[in-house]
């Protein structure tokens, strides 16, 4: 079994990740909630999972309808718009309904829609859908897509504020917008 789709999916959402507005929400719901890490968490994994498994089926599903060269230039031409699209910032405006969850249950709920409503068209998930239609198996591009998330995440809900003020996070964007390039060209040029 070939865990490239794996170590790429969790790699590039990672860094992705970093500084996105999911990334943003998990720091806000941290720092709401500060003492409902582990709901936040769970909401978080849950909403991911669900998402990414979704938009990779679906990156998956519309590669079985194109041919192999069609599919290598909407690839190919998608990885590179991506790699654009992570070096323009995000932001977040904090969702009124945030102000009134009081419990865990509660604020686990709250953080598996909130994530999940965040993350449709977010680059993340459009990542997900265009490394569903690269690589060939949807539960490791899920399971990467998932972990790399979670790698991001979770570190931001248990270390707040801090985690974000250590690390400088245009230059993560960056590594990150040049491997998204880099497959790309990777793809467009020496795929067949």
Same mark, same amino acid.
């Given at each position: 079994?070939?865990?490239?789709?794996?170590?790429?999916?969790?790699?590039?959402?990672?860094?992705?990740?970093?500084?996105?507005?999911?990334?943003?929400?998990?720091?806000?719901?941290?720092?709401?909630?500060?003492k409902?890490?582990?709901?936040?968490?769970? $909401?978080?994994? +849950?909403?991911?999972? =669900?998402?990414?498994?979704?938009?990779?089926?679906?990156?998956?599903?519309? &590669?079985?309808? #194109?041919?192999?060269?069609?599919?290598?230039?909407?690839?190919?031409?998608?990885?590179?718009?991506?790699?654009?699209?992570?070096?323009?910032?995000?932001?977040?405006?904090?969702?009124?309904?945030?102000?009134q969850a009081?419990?865990?249950?509660?604020?686990?709920?709250?953080t598996?829609?909130?994530?999940?409503?965040?993350?449709?068209?977010?680059?993340?998930?459009?990542?997900?859908?265009a490394?569903?239609?690269?690589? $060939?198996?949807? +539960?490791?591009?899920? =399971?990467?897509?998932?972990l790399?998330?979670?790698?991001?995440?979770?570190? &931001?809900?248990? #270390?707040?504020?801090?985690?974000?003020?250590?690390?400088?996070?245009?230059?993560?964007?960056?590594v990150?917008?040049?491997?998204?390039?880099?497959?790309?060209?990777?793809?467009?040029?020496?795929?067949?």
């Amino acid at each position: 079994m070939d865990f490239s789709g794996l170590f790429i999916s969790t790699g590039v959402v990672a860094l992705a990740e970093i500084g996105d507005k999911t990334q943003l929400l998990s720091l806000m719901l941290a720092a709401r909630y500060p003492k409902h890490a582990w709901p936040i968490v769970w $909401g978080i994994f +849950l909403a991911t999972m =669900v998402n990414h498994a979704c938009a990779a089926y679906v990156g998956h599903w519309v &590669a079985g309808f #194109l041919s192999p060269d069609s599919l290598r230039w909407i690839l190919g031409v998608g990885f590179l718009a991506i790699g654009l699209w992570l070096l323009i910032p995000d932001k977040l405006e904090e969702d009124e309904n945030a102000k009134q969850a009081k419990g865990a249950w509660q604020i686990f709920i709250l953080t598996t829609a909130l994530f999940f409503l965040a993350e449709m068209g977010d680059k993340t998930q459009i990542a997900t859908i265009a490394l569903g239609a690269k690589y $060939g198996s949807v +539960l490791l591009v899920t =399971v990467g897509t998932t972990l790399g998330m979670m790698l991001a995440n979770a570190p &931001a809900v248990w #270390l707040g504020r801090q985690f974000t003020k250590r690390l400088p996070i245009k230059l993560v964007h960056w590594v990150a917008a040049i491997i998204f390039i880099a497959l790309g060209l990777i793809t467009l040029v020496w795929s067949s």
